[in-house]
């Protein structure tokens, strides 16, 4: 979500010059007319730091944003270096770019003449990057999304002789997850600033604090309500130091020479013995640590109060979070493949293009400023316009969300491709003649599941069973289709970690074994040893789930929205005015109830829509190793009605319960509307467990005041714990979710006990700014549930079971002659479940290959890392960007130990 700065007098922000739009900027404009009657005699430095906030669009098509980067606002800035190039080095104009736009500006089409002069600026200080690539939606993206982006900066650094950056800034979004300081710490970067949105409720922090990430680490932080927080020092400041951001708005760039000098004037008008310096974040910081205060420490995540807009691309999020987990999959397995002997060229470019483009898709400017370009038309207006054509506005509008989508799509067009590539590669080179299937395990330790496949070429199965050829053993084997059936599942066991076992076709029957699955069509049921599952086809959802092992039903029967529904809603102007109220700050309201939630358009007569599917049809489909139970909408798909269905899996072999929902001819909107796949749990007294990126909180004690409780985003899944068993759901597509009852246009800045009802959220289109207003189609999601234990901790019960559900088990097929590779073979082991490989390939920061594992479910403790090749070596330590931090681990015939702190991460360079 994107917000204006100031007031409606910025409405026509696009349409002013850099210089008024510098003029108008969060700091300048705000902090200009002080009071300087009061003039103080203190003797402080004052450290100026000059900045535009960067955004990947809004202002305009992102691809324009670029190219203005790239020429005239960096020659801009590079002429106010040149005017005040002969002031001490202290005073001269120094301007911040961060990272991923600067190398945007040394492209290699660049002029030759302005490349000398960009570069020129580099070396001399006068043009600083900082470390981060730009502001991210932090939690919505993985691990090494996070870490490749700062090898922008980093890369840049080397290039040019320079230091790496010890400094990083954010700006806009008001919150990021608590893996932030965890990965800025171990990457070698002291300071953090951010400023949020002034226009909407924030984190509750101080200015200056040490903020420390879920494994201990700290870094020192400073937060503003504005993008870069007040000209002058707040009451009560004792530092002998001060962070002047002169901040300008979005995309504004540098400011004239002139406004510079009135800057420093403005200052001096108030301080007339303070020192003034201009450079970069890290001076200020460096002051700060010399003086060594005592800062207040604040031990906690931030739920991301925007990160509801991420759902308004509902398809292209699907992508993401499916794609992301596939990409440090792709990296290991070619790493493997070229230590075994089988993959002869590199694939590091296509790597850094893959990683760069998820990144993309996680920066916070999703299109233009929609306030800019469309009217927010609802009712009979939309539907005419919609019907008969978007209008230019429109269509340009939707050009830009596009553009984002885009990112993720060119990641998963240049990844898939090489993937299937890489298994095929594999399948070839095991050591078995004829067709034959090779399994690989993409996670750490050992683990079984099911496989599906599709046939690569034409031909058909006509065998019911495959074999695993080094056991012997043999499985059932379902395949779809009328006569090629080209398509097929079957569950596959004991799969080495990072490592591959081999299966053939046969005709040979297992030992009878009593299958438990049933199911009832009369009946409406289904049933494994695990789980007895009832459908209600009257209210379209799932009536019970009846725990066989703990002997106790599942599902709330007295939930207002049944279990497994398809929730649809709509608001009305009430429901909208009172989110913004709860919001938005009272002085914003004027600028901001017409662009957020398109209250102002809304009819007072608008009713709100609060709905699901209902009469449906009940189907069974006994596919062998798993048996589904399928509600249909009792009308045709033809009909164009806008509804859905639900299909639910349980297995013969794994005791969790698959439930996907497919949404079916959702039409266009501008009016405010989610939707939700709602799963409410029967419990007693429950506490929950959310597995974010890089850690796992609890709610009730974890999350900062002032972050968005009734809203958030997951990583791998939630846990809820009652009494005496617990369940866990992964969310394999949609990861946001509501606890408690369904009231989206609610903002809770507090905890309030929530029951165990879960709503995961499918889309919205709440914020009218540079989200996607509306989309349309149909739309699946799929969810995974599981029941725990008692004594299930955090590891076993929810981030084991999450990421293989994540990332589920990979397949090759091959039918060539047989290769020289063993047909069982094992990768980098890892001696703790709850542990990932996020990276294992060459160095991204220089030489060598990159080994790193990173502790997910908050256990501290010895970790044994196992090689592929059983080689003697060193394990060299390094920090997240590739600084060597320690001394060398021995590696004895393939393996070293370490000790790996809770939520840690550990990277090695593997000689």
Not at 57 to 77: F, Q
Not at 111 to 121: C, F, G, H, V
Not at 693 to 715: C, H, M, R, T
Request: with cysteine; aromatic share 12%; net charge negative.
């Amino acid at each position: 979500m994107k917000i204006l700065k100031l007031s409606v007098a910025l409405l026509s922000l696009l349409f002013l010059s850099s210089g008024q739009l510098y003029a108008q900027a969060d700091n300048y404009e705000k902090h200009k007319n002080d009071d300087v009657s009061q003039i103080s005699n203190r003797e402080m430095t004052f450290y100026l730091v000059f900045k535009s906030h960067f955004d990947i669009g809004y202002s305009a098509l992102a691809r324009d944003v670029v190219h203005e980067y790239r020429t005239s606002m960096i020659d801009k800035a590079m002429d106010v270096m040149d005017k005040n190039a002969d002031k001490m080095k202290d005073m001269q104009f120094a301007w911040t770019v961060p990272g991923w736009p600067l190398e945007q500006m040394l492209w290699d089409r660049q002029t030759p003449e302005r490349r000398l002069r960009i570069e020129r600026a580099l070396k001399n200080g006068n043009l600083v990057t900082h470390a981060l690539p730009y502001t991210t939606h932090t939690g919505t993206l993985e691990l090494e999304d996070l870490v490749r982006g700062l090898g922008y900066s980093s890369s840049l650094a080397r290039t040019y002789g320079l230091p790496l950056p010890t400094d990083g800034k954010m700006t806009d979004v008001p919150g990021h997850t608590w893996v932030l300081p965890t990965i800025l710490h171990h990457a070698g970067i002291k300071f953090f600033h951010f400023g949020s949105n002034p226009t909407n409720r924030v984190v509750k922090v101080p200015t200056l604090f040490w903020w420390e990430g879920p494994d201990g680490s700290r870094v020192l932080t400073m937060f503003s309500e504005g993008y870069g927080g007040g000209m002058f020092p707040p009451e009560g400041w004792k530092l002998k130091s001060w962070l002047t951001f002169v901040h300008a708005g979005d995309n504004a760039g540098p400011p004239t020479a002139e406004e510079v000098e009135k800057v420093i004037a403005h200052i001096k008008e108030k301080y007339p013995n303070a020192k003034i310096r201009i450079g970069k974040m890290s001076d200020f910081a460096e002051a700060v640590f010399a003086e060594n205060p005592e800062l207040p420490v604040v031990r906690g995540d931030m739920s991301d109060s925007w990160v509801h807009g991420v759902m308004s691309n509902p398809q292209a999020t699907q992508t993401a979070r499916r794609v992301r987990p596939l990409m440090p999959l792709l990296e290991t397995l070619h790493t493997q493949e070229k230590e075994w002997g089988i993959m002869p060229y590199e694939i590091d470019e296509d790597l850094a293009y893959i990683y760069d483009k998820s990144l993309m898709y996680g920066e916070h400017t999703w299109g233009l400023a929609n306030q800019h370009f469309v009217p927010g038309l609802t009712g009979k207006d939309w539907y005419k316009m919609y019907v008969t054509g978007l209008d230019p506005a429109y269509a340009r509008m939707k050009e830009s969300w596009k553009e984002h989508i885009g990112y993720i799509e060119d990641a998963e067009q240049a990844l898939r491709p090489e993937l299937e590539n890489e298994l095929a590669t594999l399948a070839e080179n095991v050591a078995r003649e004829g067709f034959r299937f090779v399994v690989y395990n993409p996670l750490p330790w050992e683990r079984g599941g099911m496989v599906n496949f599709v046939l690569p070429s034409q031909g058909s199965i006509k065998e019911a069973y495959v074999k695993e050829v080094e056991t012997g053993r043999i499985y059932d084997l379902k395949v779809y289709g009328a006569d090629s059936k080209r398509l097929g599942t079957f569950f596959a066991e004991d799969i080495p970690a990072n490592g591959y076992k081999t299966y053939i076709l046969t005709d040979e029957s297992p030992a009878q074994v009593e299958n438990s699955l049933k199911g009832e069509e009369q009946g409406n049921y289904i049933e494994n040893k695990w789980y007895k599952i009832s459908f209600d086809k009257k209210k379209g959802c799932i009536r019970g789930i009846w725990d066989k092992t703990n002997k106790r039903e599942l599902v709330d029967d007295r939930s207002e929205n049944g279990f497994g529904s398809y929730v649809y809603e709509r608001y009305d102007k009430e429901q909208s005015y009172r989110y913004l109220k709860e919001y938005i700050y009272d002085k914003y309201k004027n600028s901001h109830y017409q662009i957020t939630g398109k209250s102002t358009y809304l009819d007072e007569r608008t009713k709100g829509i609060h709905e699901s599917p209902r009469n449906m049809e009940f189907h069974v489909e006994n596919h062998k190793s798993s048996i589904r139970g399928v509600l249909t909408p009792s009308a045709s798909v033809d009909e164009e009605k806008h509804t859905a269905g639900l299909t639910v899996t349980l297995y013969e072999n794994m005791p969790c319960i698959d439930v996907k929902l497919s949404v079916i001819n959702k039409p266009a909107t501008e009016e405010p509307e989610a939707g939700w796949i709602a799963l409410p749990f029967k419990t007693k007294s429950p506490e929950y467990r959310v597995g974010r990126i890089g850690s796992v909180i609890d709610p009730a004690k974890d999350l900062i005041e002032g972050s968005q409780f009734n809203y958030i985003w997951s990583n791998s899944g939630i846990m809820i714990k009652d009494r005496e068993y617990s369940v866990g759901v992964c969310p394999i597509d949609a990861p946001a979710f509501v606890l408690g009852d369904l009231d989206f246009m609610h903002y809770a800045d507090t905890y309030e006990n929530p029951r165990s009802h879960v709503y995961f959220n499918l889309f919205n289109n709440r914020w009218n700014t540079n989200f996607a207003s509306f989309w349309n189609g149909n739309l699946t999601t799929e969810v995974r549930l599981w029941v725990n234990p008692k004594n299930a901790d955090d590891e076993s019960g929810l981030i084991t079971p999450a990421w293989e559900t994540r990332l589920p088990l990979q397949v090759g097929i091959a039918t060539c002659p047989a290769g020289k590779l063993p047909v069982m073979n094992e990768g980098v082991k890892i001696s703790r479940k709850g542990v990932l490989l996020t990276a294992y390939g060459n160095n991204p920061d220089g030489g060598g290959k990159l080994l790193r594992v990173w502790e997910q479910s908050g256990e501290s403790g010895l970790c044994e890392i196992s090689l592929p090749v059983k080689k003697d070596g060193v394990a060299q330590p390094v920090n997240l960007r590739g600084v060597p931090n320690g001394n060398p681990v021995k590696i004895q015939n393939g393996v070293f130990k370490i000790e790996l702190g809770r939520f840690e991460p550990a990277s090695y360079l593997i000689y």
